[in-house]
């Protein structure tokens, strides 16, 4: 469900509360006008970029939504800009989602995580963050894996090396290993994804993932896990 700030302050305040309604009734075109119009009056009002950011969104125009919402985060109310930066977490995935080259869907998840984080960051209890994290980070995990597959598939024609760990890479690995050790699994799977998520050369451990998570799965009980299913990743997507 999407939410609008309904706002009453100067003159721009009819055009904001139009576009709201708007909005609510699932007019995005219509509320854009009426946002765009109160931009006349408040050129620099965060929330108008929020909600113009949240409107191209809807209508699909990605990279117009991801230029409003950058100005958004940088608003000083701390939960407002938290919403921003989760709006614009989902911007970026569904970027990836459209996007030709894996290389592309790549960085646009990791964007997509990185939003997350700050959403949580600003705002410690942004559930439905905190759950797409999860989501997109194994979709990430996936789109890593097919990537790996594809270029072991290749290697007969053209002989490609996975790029040499960093040293912070490295690192995190042993210290995953060693939380491994000591049974601590869901510690060192939550340390790994969060260093695919972050460092270009630790896209070759999402093997240790995966095998991590199915022994989670199996000491609990369950089957290891099938792939996610991503398609409501923005069903709880809100706006100010």
Same mark, same amino acid.
Request: charged share 25%; with cysteine; glycine share 10%.
């Given at each position: 469900m999407l939410l609008v700030?309904?706002?009453?302050?100067? @003159?721009? *305040?009819?055009?904001?509360?139009?576009?709201?309604? @708007?909005? *609510?009734?699932?007019?995005?075109?219509g509320a854009l006008e009426r946002y765009m119009k109160a931009r006349e009056a408040e050129p620099a009002n965060p929330l108008l970029f929020y909600n113009i950011g949240t409107c191209q969104y809807r209508l699909g125009n990605y990279e117009e939504a991801k230029k409003e919402l950058e100005s958004a985060v940088r608003m000083p109310d701390k939960k407002m800009a938290a919403k921003a930066a989760y709006n614009l977490a989902n911007t970026h995935f569904r970027m990836g989602e459209k996007a030709a080259e894996g290389s592309e869907r790549i960085a646009a998840w990791r964007e997509s995580v990185a939003y997350l984080k700050k959403a949580i960051d600003l705002d410690n209890n942004f559930e439905n963050a905190k759950k797409n994290v999860e989501i997109v980070q194994r979709k990430l995990k996936e789109e890593l894996d097919k990537q790996k597959e594809n270029k072991d598939q290749n290697q007969d024609n053209n002989d490609q090396k996975q790029p040499p760990l960093s040293e912070k890479a490295k690192e995190v690995l042993a210290r995953a290993l060693q939380l491994c050790k000591d049974g601590k699994y869901a510690?060192?799977?939550?340390?790994l994804e969060n260093l695919i998520a972050e460092d270009e050369t630790a896209g070759q451990l999402s093997g240790h993932v995966q095998r991590i998570d199915d022994v989670i799965e199996i000491k609990a009980g369950r089957k290891p896990k099938a792939k996610i299913d991503a398609s409501n990743t923005d069903n709880d997507l809100e706006v100010i």
């Open positions: 700030c309904l706002l009453s302050v100067g @003159l721009w *305040a009819r055009p904001i509360n139009d576009g709201n309604k @708007l909005f *609510a009734k699932g007019d995005y075109a510690e060192a799977k939550e340390m």
